[in-house]
Nanobody, 126 residues
Framework: QVQVVESGGGLVQAGGSLRLSCTASGLTFADYAMGWFRQASGKEREGVSCISWSGGYTYYADSVKGRFTISRDNAKNTTYLQMNSLKPEDTAMYYC???????????????????WGQGTQVTVSS
């Protein structure tokens, strides 16, 4: 049974940092691209960042470029999202997802992702 579990969310002041972690089990982690998505209250889900199976390809939404960094550790079946210089508009539920993708690529859209976590809440106060 595949499980995807996010952690690391919380309440932080504007300008602060958080590191989200996402651990997947029940799958061959290195066969999957990993993505981070977020959904703020009343808004559509947005692709934040993704990383290819090897880490050689990454994508960032314009809204987070230069502030967020995605990485992965295939030995630990874990991907990370380091979020710096957080803004109130970053407040959202953050979801991690796995996409079976052995090409050196990851998809910024969420439709192709096979497995999703339950999400972790990030709240940035002004």
């Amino acid at each position: 049974q595949v499980q995807v579990v996010e952690s690391g969310g919380g309440l932080v002041q504007a300008g602060g940092s958080l590191r989200l972690s996402c651990t997947a089990s029940g799958l061959t982690f290195a066969d999957y691209a990993m993505g981070w998505f977020r959904q703020a209250s009343g808004k559509e889900r947005e692709g934040v960042s993704c990383i290819s199976w090897s880490g050689g390809y990454t994508y960032y939404a314009d809204s987070v470029k230069g502030r967020f960094t995605i990485s992965r550790d295939n030995a630990k079946n874990t991907t990370y999202l380091q979020m710096n210089s957080l803004k109130p508009e970053d407040t959202a539920m953050y979801y991690c997802a796995a996409d079976l993708m052995t090409y050196e690529y990851c998809s910024r859209g969420g439709l192709g992702y096979n497995y999703w976590g339950q999400g972790t809440q990030v709240t940035v106060s002004s």
